[in-house]
């Protein structure tokens, strides 16, 4: 139900743009969020957004490079990644659900995107 975007192969402190579309979500009340993965560990919680960008929360490695936002009226959600660092390379995941809380922990997420892969190399 949801789709991502935009991953890619980029360089040390180069910038890249994923996105989430679920136009089955658009217009309606729904907290978006972005996991990434690395192989061998567990999914790790980069950014979340409340509705209608209420309000947002960004994990400890990626604050201040990373900024989520949301179009509720598209049902999209981006992910701005800058000073991108070898340390990001994952598969990022969007995902969503009804409540800001729940979006930011991987066990209480309702839907989940496929993936895609973002690759930092130095």
């Known amino acids: 139900q949801l789709q991502a975007s935009g991953g890619g192969s980029v360089q040390t402190g180069e910038s890249l743009t994923l996105t989430c579309e679920a136009s089955?979500?658009?217009?309606?009340?729904?907290?978006w969020a972005w996991f990434r993965q690395t192989q061998g560990r567990e999914r790790e919680f980069v950014a979340s957004?409340?509705?209608?960008?209420?309000?947002?929360n960004y994990g400890s490695s990626v604050k201040g490079r990373f900024t989520i936002r949301v179009d509720d009226d598209r049902g999209t959600a981006e992910l701005r990644m800058s000073g991108l660092k070898p340390d990001d390379t994952a598969i990022y995941y969007c995902?969503?659900?009804?409540?800001?809380?729940?979006?930011?922990?991987?066990?209480?997420?309702?839907?989940w995107g496929q993936g895609t892969l973002v690759t930092v190399s130095s």
């Open positions: 995902a969503a659900a009804k409540q800001a809380s729940l979006v930011a922990n991987r066990r209480t997420v309702e839907f």
């Open positions: 957004v409340a509705w209608h960008n209420g309000g947002s």
């Open positions: 089955a979500l658009a217009s309606e009340r729904y907290a």
